[in-house]
């Protein structure tokens, strides 16, 4: 281009590409992109949004939002609805019914991208009676692949008779997402803690879920009431530094209602010791509840069950601003834990009355901070709405939170420290004597009770009755007794067992990095003395070369295995973490496996799989296939009626069907006797050679049997298998889901 022609000044154009972009690509999940058109409802002034999921397990499923709100007349969809980017709710932040609106980036319709290809939007307007309903369709697949601007690209729209009921419905069809149970219920768990339970500004706004593959969480979606709690505290800062801190409890009132315990009124020096007596976060109201999960009181109306599922929802410390929540703060699972609360009680694992400090668990608690737009301008959110920027607002409102939940910590535990409480019954032994005592005291009571009827032949009934009572009580409780007592001693021979077995590993251990030197020496030497020997024997001596290559054989398994005891203590390996066993099982295989089986005549064979990644410790894959292939060299061993050549094969394969991880190991020798198949797994096991001496530990499979009793897995035993016909064994481990890739675009 001439330089005659190059323009003074220059502007950015949007591709049609953008739109994607703003949707698909930046939405994290299809909950998400829910969350956010419910938002839109709330900013729209509706009282009640139902969420309607048909056959959204298939491809041909469709998803509906349908709300009661305001509406879109023409100009809202021209200069609103069309227009991205838009700061209409910067300009007009408060909803006409006064709601602060909770949106602000004006790319909540791009939600709809992420959550399928096809959209029906139609909206009635409540502000302007005399305009008709307006039908617009967009298919998002128009931004895929094309040249255009985002301008270019039309989507119809029809003027429809007006609806009598007024508000937005969007129908969406051509799902990017097979929406499954789990699905479901992460969307519904969400959907209940998008308005606090606590918060009462919002009782004019309904949620419906109504979805035909899940009818038990079908219907308005409700919050249970907080007041179950057996602590509670409510923290107010203001923007000038002035901190309110309340905490109440029900515990130890008589009418089970919430009791004043301790309060508190800081400044912002003196709460935080900090040089700066503002707090550059804004204004902040904090409400804490705190639950007994291990024994909730009967009076307080919930069961153990309950609680639990109630904390599972609620649980964790949320954040809201103007009513609604931010996420990812309070999601379950870890990754909400802004507060690091999980951490600190890893740390300080103490009870309450212990000496040690005691700190308050993520699952005990369901907490919110509440903030808003106008009162905390410096807490803005991220450009992927998944969180707010970390900045100093930001840790301020952190500094503040962790303080309030410091003092509650405090005082509990001073006041449970002064608090006298029975004794209770250090074993179980006790506890059922105890159960004996107050059985024998309540049968008593009831005994004398029938003594005083009159009516003779009402009163023998009852005798007789309680009578049958007591003697199958008493069966009951000596059950108890002597299945505890059969566990017991089941426990403690087991744990002698591993005892012993980690002080011989510590032992391995400890010597394993002299061994690991010395077998290097020993096979230098071999090699040396090999060398030597040729240069001076004029004759080759075949016995010789035999005996080195036996020597050199002996070294290398020596060295593998030392190699492997120092490995196995490896950190490392006793970290939980993602990765792919195909890749711990071939190293184990090089490294240590051949060697081993060679020593011991043995061809041992990996098939690897296409597997993914498992959570685990690395050591645990080691554990199982070690186990099974040093099971197999002693059942080798053993047999000593067959020249057949001795093979172990281990296979990784994956099922998806199932969604496990599948290690298959199986050999020629004699197979497990029948019968045997469950016996193996106990402690104490190994067989009785012909001398009557035990072979082996006993150990080896109960490992394996606890590894995969641990992950939920599966071990399937087959005494002669169709492979090698010796024993088989497939051990079955759950791989995590991850949301698989987006679809195609065709």
Known sequence: MAESKIPNELSFSITARTALLLGRENIS????????????????????????????????????????????????????????????????????????????????????????????????????????????????????????????????????????????????????????????????KNLVVLIPPFEKKLAGFSIIFDCDETPDLSGRVRSPLTE???????????????????ITTRDGSDNKKFRRFK?????????????????????????????????????????????????????????????????????PGGGGDWLGLNARRVRNPGGVRSKERWVVGENQVAAGVFISSDENPGLKDQTNREGLISNQAFEDMLLFVTKCIDYFETDRQAYERNKKVPEEPE????????????????????????????????????????????????????????????????????????????????????MGHEVLETSRHLLDAVNRI????????????????????????????????????????????????????????????????LDLCATNSVEVNFFSGNVPDIYAFPYEIESIVMNFVTNSISAFNKRSDTTEAKKIEIETRYSETNRMLEIVASDNGPGIPEGD??????????????????????????IVKDIVDSHKGKIKVVAHGKRLGGAEFTVSLPVPKERGKKREIK
């Not at 008493?474 to 007794?481: S, T």
Request: aromatic share 8%.
């Open 228 to 246: 179950v709690a057996l602590f509670k505290m409510k923290c107010d800062l203001s923007k000038d530094g002035k901190a309110k801190i309340v």
């Open 530 to 593: 090999a060398k030597r020997v040729k240069e001076l024997m004029l004759l080759t001596d075949e016995k010789m070369e035999k005996y080195l290559v036996k020597l050199e054989k002996q070294g290398g398994t020596l060295y593998s295995i030392a190699s492997f005891a120092l490995g196995h203590a490896n950190r490392d390996k006793r970290t939980r973490q993602k990765f792919n066993p195909t890749q711990i099982i071939d190293n184990l295989y090089n490294e240590t496996l």
């Open 263 to 331: 309060n508190y009124r800081r400044t912002w020096k003196q709460l935080l010791d900090s040089p700066s007596g503002k707090p550059v976060c804004g204004s902040l109201h904090f409400e804490f509840y705190w639950y007994l999960r291990e024994a909730p009181a009967k009076s307080l109306g919930i069961s153990l069950k309950q609680l639990q599922d109630y904390l599972e929802i609620y649980g964790g410390v949320r954040i809201y601003r103007d009513g609604f929540r931010v996420k990812p703060y309070g999601d």
């Open 677 to 702: 198949e469950k016996r193996i797994f106990e402690v104490y096991s190994t067989k009785i050679d012909k001398q009557g001496k035990p072979v082996g530990t006993g150990i080896g499979l109960v």
């Open 29 to 188: 999940s299809s909950t998400v992109a829910v969350l956010e058109l419910v938002r839109n409802a709330y900013d729209a002034d509706a009282t009640e949004i139902t969420i309607r999921f048909r056959k959204a397990n298939t491809t041909d499923g469709t998803i509906e939002i349908i709300d009661n709100g305001h509406g879109m007349n023409w100009g809202d969809i021209i200069t609103k609805w069309m227009v991205i980017g838009t700061n209409n709710k910067q300009i007009s932040p408060y909803s006409p019914k006064g709601r602060r609106k909770v949106g602000e980036k004006g790319i909540g319709r791009f939600a709809l991208d992420r959550l399928s290809s096809q959209t029906t939007l139609e909206t009635t307007s409540r502000l302007k009676s005399s305009e008709p309903t307006y039908r617009l369709e967009i298919n998002w697949d128009k931004f895929v692949n094309t040249p255009k601007s985002l301008q270019q690209i039309k989507h119809p729209i029809k003027v429809i008779a007006r609806y009598q009921k007024t508000g937005t419905r969007i129908l969406m069809k051509g799902l990017r997402d097979i929406w499954t149970r789990k699905d479901y219920e992460t969307l519904y």
């Open 427 to 510: 074993t179980l032994e006790q506890s059922i004597q105890l159960l004996k005592e107050k059985y024998a005291k309540d049968v008593k009571n009831l005994d004398d009770a029938i003594d005083t009827l009159s009516n003779e032949k009402e009163k023998q009934i009852l005798k007789e009755m309680l009578q049958g009572i007591i003697s199958a009580q008493e069966k009951n409780v000596d059950a108890l007794a002597a299945t505890y007592d059969t566990e017991q001693i089941e426990l403690i021979s087991k744990m002698q067992l591993l005892q012993n077995m980690a002080t011989i590993g510590i032992a391995i251990a400890s």
